[in-house]
């Protein structure tokens, strides 16, 4: 069974901090890792990751991915209280035709609070 | 950017009714569709992929029986939430895959189901 653990579970940071989010995973024929900011309702897309060592960076937000660790690390530089919400990893898996789900799997997500 | 919906927002049905929600793709065709659920305070869990014409896919654990899923077209997928029970009171999420890859996946704004 796919498998994706995020820590920690909440961060409480000030304004202006550097916060880092990690993201493991279990995964049989992974395909890529993805990152969504959740706030009031639906996710929002930040980043998808396929290869190893490669930093994606939009911003004050970045990320990489380490396949031989199978984790993944999302930054924050300088924090707002905007970047405050849930920030949530998931793991998309290879499917072969023949049947199986192919939606992705999520992780219990980071509550992240930026602090004025 | 893609859109989409879904509706109702909000619901609140008796114990025992059925509660139909519909997530449409807006300006784009959807082939697949997936239907996530999510607790308070905890993170997506998908339920099932919806397939344009062909049955719905489920995870395990999830009853077909109980949440009947119809992609009718390429725009629309229902979810039907039959007998609902307390237990069943939960906030459902719907996404549009737009390509071929998982990573396309845009969400709707998610209706939050109250069963009393």
């Known amino acids: 069974e796919d498998k994706v653990v995020q820590s920690p579970l909440s961060l409480v940071v000030h304004e202006g901090d550097t916060v880092t989010l990690n993201c493991s995973y279990e995964?049989?024929?992974?395909?890529?890792l993805l990152w969504y900011k959740q706030e009031k309702k639906a996710p929002t897309f930040l980043f998808m990751l396929?290869?190893?060592?490669i930093e994606k960076k939009s911003g004050r937000l970045s990320s990489i991915l380490d396949k031989k660790e199978l984790s993944s690390i999302l930054n924050i530089t300088a924090t707002q209280t905007g970047d405050s919400a849930i920030y949530l990893c998931?793991?998309?898996?290879?499917?072969?035709?023949?049947?199986?789900?192919?939606?992705?799997?999520f992780g219990k997500g980071t509550h992240l609070i930026i602090q004025p | 950017g893609a859109v989409v919906s879904q509706h109702p927002s909000r619901v609140i049905c008796k114990s025992g009714t059925s509660v139909k929600i519909e997530c449409r793709s807006l300006?784009?065709?959807?082939?697949?569709m997936f239907w996530y659920r999510q607790f308070p305070k905890q993170s997506l869990m998908l339920m099932a992929t919806?397939?344009?014409?062909?049955?719905?896919?489920?995870e395990q654990g999830v009853e077909k029986d109980k949440f009947l899923i119809n992609h009718a077209s390429l725009t629309l997928s229902t979810l039907t939430v039959t007998s609902a029970h307390p237990e069943d009171s939960s906030f459902y999420i719907c996404?549009?895959?737009?390509?071929?890859?998982?990573?396309?996946?845009?969400f709707g704004p998610g209706t939050r189901l109250t069963v009393t």
């Open positions: 996404s549009a895959r737009r390509g071929p890859r998982s990573y396309e996946q845009y």
């Open positions: 995964v049989t024929n992974f395909r890529s």
């Open positions: 396929t290869s190893s060592g």
């Open positions: 998931a793991v998309e898996a290879l499917v072969y035709s023949g049947g199986g789900a192919d939606g992705l799997t």
């Open positions: 300006d784009f065709q959807a082939t697949t």
């Open positions: 919806s397939n344009e014409g062909s049955k719905a896919t489920y």
